[in-house]
């Protein structure tokens, strides 16, 4: 089973959280097959905007939210 990740990131209202100021200008750095590579992926746009407080990428593990019973850890 492919272990699908995806990164996006945006301006968040308050920086310790995940509340997204605009939804719709989100950010989508893209869809990928492993964490690994969504990892770097979202190193370099974190890395790139470190001076914005305001703004924040995340890795979302899409693999769980398809199959959450058949990897529950992983």
């Known amino acids: ?3 699908l990740h995806l990164v996006f990131g945006g301006r968040v209202k308050d920086p310790r959280g995940h509340d997204f100021e605009d939804p719709s200008a989100l950010h989508i750095v893209g869809i990928f097959p492993d964490y690994a590579t969504a990892e770097a992926a979202w190193r370099g746009e974190a890395q790139r905007t470190v001076d914005d407080a305001q703004m924040k ?8 939210l398809l199959e959450p019973a058949v990897d529950p850890q992983g």
Request: no cysteine.
């Open 1 to 3: 089973m492919s272990k």
């Open 57 to 64: 990428y995340v890795v979302v593990h899409l693999h769980r």
